[in-house]
């Protein structure tokens, strides 16, 4: 018997058109194929949710944002998620080794190679690569309200806002340990990087049943050049600004709310943020590499 898969597809994700995908799903997937194009915010979770027991796979078609809505919607369930990547930095497919091209990312669905991940929560709320707060969330809520999305249009926000920012004071404790740290951006990684491959915790495995707390502390503004290249060469864990801590179990007290993103998405959140991770939760079709 043929596959069935639905294909929910986000038309905005990534400020890429999506008006030919159907096509090249028709014409690459090897199986019985119905697709769905959303229509607002947590449409594509409805969606999943209601096509669990209906489908094979359950296909994101977006970015970092489109997966953790419907993957959200998965976890826990023997649903299996696919992932063609349109986003702007794709972080969690190219962890997983899903091929950035489409036509490759759809042929890579046919392979049907299952992998079973972790999953994280943040005050009860999903998240499957990275969840921050500092300069990255600060970043993320800027970027949210732009007119233009794109890898460009991140880093000109990001070197705008970098010069103003101000590090923040983290009560951060970690399976009963405590830390208190200034950071200019607290990282939960899951996955090992951001997306578009700068990576923060180079060591981080999604099946490792442990989150990366990456603790970047304030440095010198000539230095975030450094930075950034030390993300893109994998070598973020090596610099003595960048503090990285694995645990289960965290919760993380600030002076004030403040933005915080799940998987590049920006929420305002709370003082007092309590994040878990959830083992073995998500069945999701990986690349070959992975």
């Known amino acids: 018997m043929k596959r069935k898969a639905l294909f929910i597809i986000n038309p905005i994700s990534g400020g890429?058109?999506?008006?030919?995908?159907?096509?090249?799903?028709?014409?690459?997937?090897?199986?019985?194929?119905?697709?769905v194009f959303t229509h607002g915010v947590s449409h594509a979770s409805e969606v999943a949710s209601e096509a669990i027991d209906k489908y094979d796979i359950i296909?994101?078609?977006?970015?970092d944002g489109t997966v953790n809505e419907i993957a959200s919607a998965l976890v826990g369930s023997n649903a299996v998620l696919g992932i063609l990547p349109f986003g702007s930095g794709n972080g969690l497919s190219r962890f997983l080794g899903i091929p950035m091209n489409i036509e490759k990312a759809i042929a890579n669905l046919n392979t049907g190679n299952i992998a079973v991940i972790d999953s994280a929560q943040a005050n009860g709320k999903a998240f499957f690569n990275m969840a921050g707060m500092g300069f990255d969330a600060h970043i993320s809520e800027a970027f949210s309200h732009g007119e233009k999305r794109g890898f460009i249009t991140y880093i000109k926000t990001s070197l705008q806002e970098v010069i103003k920012y101000k590090s923040q004071t983290?009560?951060?404790?970690?399976?009963?340990?405590?830390?208190?740290?200034?950071?200019?951006?607290?990282?939960?990684a899951n996955s090992s990087q951001y997306g578009n491959n700068a990576h923060v915790s180079p060591q981080a495995s999604v099946q490792d049943g442990?989150?990366?707390?990456?603790?970047?502390k304030p440095f010198p503004l000539y230095r975030f050049p450094e930075m950034c290249i030390r993300m893109f060469?994998?070598?973020?864990?090596?610099?003595?600004?960048?503090?990285?801590?694995?645990?289960?179990?965290i919760i993380v007290k600030r002076d004030n709310p403040a933005p915080m993103h799940l998987d590049g998405e920006?929420?305002?959140?709370?003082?007092?943020?309590?994040i878990n991770i959830i083992p073995c939760s998500l069945k999701v079709i990986v690349g070959k590499d992975f």
């Open 210 to 216: 442990l989150l990366d707390v990456c603790v970047i």
């Open 233 to 249: 060469t994998k070598t973020a864990n090596k610099s003595s600004f960048v503090e990285i801590i694995r645990g289960k179990h």
């Open 59 to 63: 296909v994101a078609v977006g970015g």
């Open 170 to 188: 983290y009560n951060i404790e970690i399976d009963d340990a405590v830390y208190n740290r200034k950071a200019f951006m607290l990282s939960f």
């Open 266 to 274: 920006p929420e305002i959140a709370g003082k007092e943020i309590e």
């Open 16 to 35: 890429k058109k999506k008006d030919g995908v159907p096509k090249l799903i028709d014409k690459q997937f090897d199986g019985e194929a119905t697709i």
